[in-house]
């Protein structure tokens, strides 16, 4: 099962435009990390927040962690084309098992 | 380039027979998961394997089981192929907790298609 479920489903923006992801999760957390995943190939490590942390920045991704409402959102900036995947937040009980939510697809167009 | 590597990157087989994924992570860490990724959806917990002994486990019968060997390489067995374990099999590496970042780093992947 999974822990959590990203929102949208799917997104479609213009490049330049700011995309932000959803993420909602079900139990208690010791971090929240985001990955990315190329269409049917192996996820790439994004941003890692940890429990005790509420907002991160990593180059043009800004990550918000709210642990009492039990919720992420992942923010892009200045949108490119080759920021086109799907974006998966995932839990962790402890440091590496991992439950990842169901996925936003973002598409952005040229 | 995450230094983790997955063979075979297809394969098929026919409901009732058997399979064997193979994963070589990255050097120096001493931890493998494996997890199932439904086309559309996101990646199911499998099992952990920690020093080639399991450490932890998801949702899944024992007809998949796992094997950790003291090269960084590891293996995804699957008995009694069903249609519905047609999926993408990703192995992902890292150092155990409260060594590593905890960030995996992930293979591309094993697609199987069971017919």
């Known amino acids: 099962s999974q822990q959590g479920e990203e929102d949208p489903q799917a997104l479609s923006i213009q490049e330049g435009e700011n995309a932000t992801m959803n993420c909602s999760y079900k139990t208690s957390i010791n971090n929240l990390q985001w990955y990315r995943q190329n269409s049917g190939r192996g996820l790439v490590h994004l941003i890692l927040?940890?429990?005790?942390?509420r907002e991160k920045h990593s180059g043009r991704l800004r990550v918000t962690l709210d642990t009492s409402k039990k919720s992420s959102s992942l923010l892009i900036t200045a949108s490119r084309a080759a920021d086109t995947a799907s974006y998966f937040c995932?839990?962790?009980?402890?440091?590496?098992?991992?439950?990842f939510g169901t996925g936003t697809r973002l598409q952005v167009f040229p | 380039e995450t230094g983790v590597t997955q063979s075979p990157t297809h394969l098929i087989k026919t409901r009732g027979q058997q399979v064997t994924l193979r994963c070589s992570s990255q050097?120096?860490?001493?931890?493998v998961s494996w997890y199932q990724q439904a086309l559309g959806q996101g990646p199911q917990f499998i099992f952990q394997y920690y020093r080639e002994e399991e450490n932890g486990r998801g949702n899944f019968p024992p007809r998949f089981s796992g094997l950790q060997f003291p090269n960084y390489s590891s293996e995804l067995n699957v008995n009694a192929l069903e249609l519905d374990d047609s999926a993408l099999y990703l192995c992902?590496?890292?150092?155990?907790?409260?060594?590593?970042?905890?960030?995996?780093?992930f293979g591309e992947g094993s697609r199987l298609t069971v017919l």
């Open positions: 927040i940890r429990s005790n942390e």
């Open positions: 995932a839990t962790a009980l402890n440091t590496d098992k991992l439950i």
């Open positions: 992902a590496s890292s150092l155990a907790s409260g060594l590593g970042t905890g960030e995996l780093f």
């Open positions: 050097s120096g860490h001493n931890t």
